[in-house]
């Protein structure tokens, strides 16, 4: 099942952070190793900010902290078994502070960089009008799930929905309403659906619903329930706004996210051209 695909996925991240564990803390090991051999004339200091690093790029902020102050007590330990003398404790306090307080600017900008960034790449990934995924945010979604569908031999059915008359809406009562709309049916489409179903508006007026592990029996009344909430989602009197499904249910999920896309696409079309405001559903199967 699908379930065991993410749960094989979630023991690989797993491992993949033990495995940065493990080389932080012996990254910091060595570099205490590497200061303490040295001896007291030479400063190798910035060593530790190897495994500073790597830190502040793959754990969250405790871990970063913890890190840090792990650096600060091997790099003072390690000077002080080398003969390191002051001529009182408080300068060896002090210098440790400082130490303490350099590695963690390094270790808080990298860490910064690495939120900036992955803000900047959910922000990418994502519709700003209605908070869904974009085109980008959407297909690599698609391209996992439909992978752990073949492999775990499930099916997985693509919609594509496009609103009837929206361009009535803002020619009428203007853009501002229009957003609104798109807004209102995000909202509709996120409450409607599992947290394991994908959503997207791919531009316009059209959105996509990627529903894992769902067949042809299964997504039709998913699909035609979600067709009557948003047709009774709005006001008769502003144009009449309905809602085209056409989806494809695929037993066995191609690699080419762009040919589900289109062949949903192509389902849809068929409902505008016979009426609109209505759920049609085909089965595939990638040759």
């Known amino acids: 099942m699908a379930s065991v695909g993410l749960m094989n996925q979630a023991s690989v991240l797993n491992m993949d952070i033990g495995k940065v564990i493990v080389t932080v803390v012996l990254g910091l090991l060595l570099a205490g190793y590497i200061d ?6 030479l400063r190798v200091y ?49 210098n440790a502070m ?5 590695f963690s600017i390094v270790g808080t ?11 900047e790449k959910m922000l990418s990934s994502t519709d700003r009008m209605t908070g869904l995924f974009n085109s980008r945010g959407f297909y690599p979604l698609v391209q996992q799930a ?11 059915t693509l919609a594509y929905i496009d609103l009837d008359n929206f361009k009535c809406v803002n020619d009428r009562f203007g853009h501002q309403r229009g957003d ?21 508006r791919l531009g316009g007026d059209e959105f996509a619903v990627c529903l894992p592990e769902t067949d042809r029996t299964q997504a039709a ?36 996210i762009d040919l589900m896309v289109s062949a949903a696409d192509e389902v849809m079309y068929r409902v505008k051209a016979a009426g609109k405001n209505r759920v049609e559903i085909t089965s595939a199967s990638a040759s």
């Open 221 to 256: 009344p998913v699909l035609e329930r979600l067709r009557e909430t948003l047709s009774r989602a709005f006001p008769a009197g502003e144009c009449n706004v309905s809602a085209s499904i056409g989806a494809v249910c695929w037993n066995t999920p191609p690699d080419e």
């Open 146 to 156: 439909a992978a752990i569908c073949k492999r775990e031999q499930r099916p997985l």
């Open 46 to 94: 910035p060593l530790y900010f190897l495994p500073i690093c790597l830190a502040a790029w793959r754990f969250e902020t405790r871990g970063v902290a913890m890190t840090i102050i792990a650096s600060t007590t091997i790099w003072a330990g390690s000077n002080v078994a080398a003969g390191l003398q002051y001529s009182t404790p408080y300068i060896l306090l002090i």
């Open 109 to 119: 900008l990298l860490r910064y960089s690495r939120v900036l960034l992955e803000e």
């Open 98 to 102: 400082m130490q303490l307080v350099t």
């Open 36 to 41: 303490y051999i040295s001896g007291i004339e």
């Open 180 to 200: 609104q709309l798109l807004h209102d049916v995000a909202g509709i489409l996120k409450n409607a659906l599992r947290a394991s179903d994908i959503v997207a």
